[in-house]
C-alpha cells in the first residue's frame, strides 16, 4: 500500500526583505501623508495614482546604480510578449503617463503621488525591498520658480508633519555647477562617463566618509573597514584639487557661496548657467519668506541619479539621535529631488522639462517618533460586551448608535462564555471603554461604560491623587449611551 504523505504546510512566514504593517504603524503613515498631501494640495497639485506594473521598456535604464533595465526590479515576461516589472520608484511612471496623456493634460503639469515601490535587491537591516514613497513633481515647466516652489513646498510639509524649524535644512545646488567644475578638472566628454560617475559618487558621500574618504575614491581607490577596496577616479592631484574645492565651496551666507562657485566654475559656460540659476532660485524663495534657516545653497548635494539636469535638492534633519550602539549620530537625509528634463524625451523625442521630489516615507516616519510627534499606539474601538447570547440584538442596536454617531466601536463577537476574556480582549484592542449590560441593567435601562484607560493607571498606582475623584466604572441611563461615552473619551 502506498505511503501516502501529508502535504507540506506553507510557513507562515513574510519573504525576505518584506514586512507586515499593523494598525498604529498604517494609522501613523496614514495621517502622515495625508498631512503632506494638504499642503501639496494647497500649492495647486493634484493626486496620481499609477498601476504598479509598468513595462520593463517604460521604465528605462534609470534604476539607481544599474545598466541593464530589468536588473534590481521584479520582472516576468508574459506570453512571449512584453517583460512586465513592478515599479521601483514613482518618477518613471509619471513620465510614461506625461507622454501618454500628453494631449489631454494640462501644462505645467503638477502632481503628487504616494504609494509602495518595489526593489530587488539584497535586503538587509532596515532596508527592505518594498517601501514607500511619497513624491510631487512638475512637468513641463523649466522654470527654475517650479524648482523653488518644490523647495518651499518641503520645507512646508516637513513643519506641517511636526518637524520644526531649526531641526531641518532643505540644501540646494546644482548639477549644473557639478558639470562646469569637471569641465574646468578636466573630465569633459562622453570617454570621461566613468571617472564622472565615480566622482559624483564620492561626492555624494562626504558625509560619510569626510574629505579624506572623498579624496581617495577621486585617486586609485579607498580600503573601507573591512578590508574592501573600492577603485577609485584615478584623477591626478591638481584635478582633484578642483573637485575637493567644490566640496568645500559652501560659505556663511548664499551669496558668498554663489561667489566661491562662480569662481571654481572659470569660463564654463554650463557651470555659470548654473550658479545664476541658483542665484534665481535663492532670490525667488527669499521673496516668499524661506531664509537660510529653512533653505540653503550647499554645494555638497550631489545626488546620486543620472538623469538630473539642474538644481538638485535634499532634506536633511538636523537633530541627533541615538543608535543601536548608543552612540549619538545625525539623523540625515528623509527627502531628496531634483530636475531631470530628459526622461519624458524617451517617449517622445522632444525635451519636456521636469522637476520633483521624493520623501522617504519610513525615514520620515522614524524622525517623527523620535522627536515624540507620533502616538506610537492607536485607540481602539469602544467595545461592547456581550452578557446574553440571546440579547445580541440589544448589543448590536448600541453599537450601531455609537457608530452612527461617529464613535469607533464594536460588538464581541468570541465565546461570550467568559467575560474576563472580553476584558482582556478589549485590553489587547486598546480599548479606551467597555459597555456592559447584563439582564439587571437592562430591566432597569441602564448600562455600565468602564474607563479601561483609568482602571490601567490605577492599577499601576491606586494613590495617584488626580484619579480620586474619577471612578473607573459609572452606571448610566441607556438612553444617555452615547453621551455618556462621548464624555468619557473627552476626558
Known sequence: MANDKPARRPKAETPKGFRDYFGAEVTERKAMLDAIAGVYHRYGFDPLETSAVETVEALGKFLPDVDRPNEGVFAWQEDEADWLALRYDLTAPLARVAAQYRNDLPSPYRRYAMGPVWRNEKPGPGRFRQFYQCDADTVGSG???????????????????????????????????????????GLAGDDKDAERGIVLRAIDKIDRLGPEGVRALLGEGRKDESGDFTKGAGLNEAQAAVVMGFTNAKRDSGAETVARLHELVGRSVIGAEGVDELEQIASLLAAQGYGPDRIVIDPGVVRGLGYYTGPVYEAELTFQITDEKGRPRNFGSVAGGGRYDGLVKRFTGQDVPATGVSIGVDRLLAALRAKGRTQGESEGPVVVTVMDRDRMADYMAMVGELRQAGIRAEVYLGNPKNFGNQLKYADKRQSPIAVIQGGNEAAEGKVILKDLILGAKIAESATLEEWKDRPAQVLVDRADLVAEVRKMLEK
Open 143 to 185: 522654470s527654475v520658480a517650479a524648482d523653488a516652489e518644490i523647495c518651499a513646498m518641503l520645507a512646508d510639509a516637513l513643519e506641517t508633519v511636526g518637524i520644526p524649524r531649526g531641526d531641518y535644512v532643505v540644501k540646494v545646488n546644482n548639477r549644473k555647477v557639478l558639470n562646469g567644475v569637471m569641465e574646468v578638472a
